[in-house]
T-cell receptor
């Protein structure tokens, strides 16, 4: 059974600081997704990582994938309050079937 | 394009009652998913449809949950009878279909179910 773990579960950081969220998974996979969820809202797709070494960047967020280590990171640069949300990684267990297993989520709070 | 539509937005029922949720996916999306998200956890897949056929329902509690996708478009998820532990947000998602490798899932706003 595929297991997806994120850490930290909670993260409180000051504006302007950098930090990284980690996503580890237990079985081989070449596809990993990052989603953002605001309180009471649905999930918004941030990144799709499709191969080993993939790196995607959008604004202050950068995601990377190391399939050999079964690890993805979401790096936040110079955090701003608008980035406060819960971030989920999700892994596709079998390539092409689009069945996603989600991590537990990281609740990020940016303090002014 | 219009997003994934779900209704109702909220539902409060007593245990042992039944409830149904409705989902209309993005037009043209062949694959539809129902996820259950318990407070403080990540979404868990309940069932996946490809057109009107079930691809995966291994985590659907079939003694009380049922889902259908007639005509390969809209879908309904039913719980009968509900238990307290069914309190959660039920998210519907759709995607372009198996084989469209660069397509993330698009989620609806969810139905928040409270069972008392």
């Amino acid at each position: 059974e595929l297991k997806v773990e994120q850490n930290p579960l909670f993260l409180s950081m000051q504006e302007g600081k950098n930090y990284t969220i980690y996503c580890n998974y237990s079985t081989t996979s070449d596809r990993l997704y990052w989603y953002r969820q605001d309180p009471g809202k649905s999930l918004e797709s941030l990144f799709v990582l499709l191969s080993n070494g993939a790196v995607k960047q959008e604004g202050r967020l950068m995601a990377s994938l190391d399939t050999k280590a079964r690890l993805s990171t979401l790096h936040i640069t110079a955090a701003v309050h608008d980035l406060s949300a819960t971030y989920f990684c999700a892994v596709e267990a079998n390539f092409g079937n689009e069945k996603l297993t989600f991590g537990t989520g990281t609740r990020l709070t940016i303090i002014p | 394009e219009a997003g994934v539509a779900q209704s109702p937005r909220y539902k409060i029922i007593e245990k042992r009652q039944s409830v149904a949720f409705w989902c209309n996916p993005i037009s043209g999306h062949a694959t539809l998913y129902w996820y259950q998200q318990i407070l403080g956890q990540g979404p868990k897949l309940l069932i996946q449809f490809q057109n009107n056929g079930v691809v995966d329902d291994s985590q659907l509690p079939k003694d009380r949950f049922s889902a259908e996708r007639l005509k390969g478009v809209d879908s309904t998820l039913k719980i009968q009878p509900a238990k307290l532990e069914d309190s959660a947000v039920y998210l519907c998602a759709s995607s372009g279909g198996i084989g469209t490798y660069n397509s993330p899932l698009h989620f609806g706003n969810g139905t928040r179910l409270t069972v008392t």
